[in-house]
């Protein structure tokens, strides 16, 4: 079955380091996103990807970026890690076409001390 | 830039109730997707419905059931005789023609008790 994978699940790290979230998806979608999951904010788009070599900047992405050099990967990572960057990370995919509903990972949950 | 509204923060209701949760949603697109979406305490997110802006024809599937209205632009959602499965977080989210990404709401918490 198509699925699509994130990892690590959860992880913990110090400020200042750079930090690489994989995300994985055997549908062979076109559409590519990051969201991240806070309290009283739903869920906000960080990068999304149209396709390969394709990256866009979303609502919150400061201190992230994204690279697109396969369909399968789009790994997101945190430059220099904050602690405000704490969160629960979702990567999702879809197919390029209107009123698709998105395919999401098991997300990551991402803690900076 | 569209916006998605979920003013109820938390629900929670007695098992057998029927829930409603409120979305509003701002676009300037006339062309529109609308989704509800639900997280169970296990993390994960799952697809519910959708609905295309222009079919406001109401639907009922199983125990859910929504209510679109373009006129006051809102996309409710009704869990009918509800269980305690359905405890969860349920979020609306919206997508405009030719553009993929997903805006969401806050998210609207139900705890559903036996």
């Known amino acids: 079955d198509a699925e699509i994978t994130q990892s690590p699940r959860h992880k913990i790290t110090e400020t200042g380091r750079q930090v690489t979230l994989a995300c994985h998806q055997t549908?062979?979608?076109?559409?590519m996103f990051w969201y991240r999951q806070d309290l009283g904010h739903g869920l906000r788009l960080i990068h999304y990807?149209?396709?390969?070599?394709?990256?866009n900047k979303g609502e919150v992405s400061d201190g992230y970026s994204v690279s697109r050099s396969n369909t399968e990967d789009l790994p997101l990572t945190l430059e220099s890690a904050a602690s405000s960057q704490t969160s629960v990370y979702f990567c999702?995919?879809?197919?390029?076409?209107?009123?698709?509903?998105?395919?999401f990972g098991q997300g990551t949950r991402l803690t900076v001390v | 830039a569209q916006k998605v509204t979920q003013a109820q923060t938390e629900i929670s209701v007695v098992e057998k109730e029927d829930v409603t949760l409120d979305c509003v949603y701002e676009t300037r697109d006339t062309t529109y997707y609308l989704f509800w979406y639900k997280q169970p305490p296990s993390g994960e997110l799952v697809f519910l419905i959708r609905?295309?802006?222009?079919?406001?024809q109401n639907e009922i599937s199983g125990r859910y059931s929504w209510n679109f209205q373009k006129s006051t632009s809102s996309f409710n959602f009704t869990i009918t005789a509800s269980q305690v499965v359905d405890s969860a977080v349920y979020f609306c989210a919206l997508s405009e023609v030719n553009d993929y990404k997903l805006s969401f709401g806050a998210g609207t918490t139900v705890t559903v008790r036996a």
């Open positions: 609905r295309n802006s222009f079919d406001e």
């Open positions: 549908w062979n979608h076109n559409n």
């Open positions: 999702a995919s879809s197919e390029s076409r209107d009123s698709t509903e998105a395919f």
């Open positions: 990807s149209y396709g390969v070599q394709d990256t």
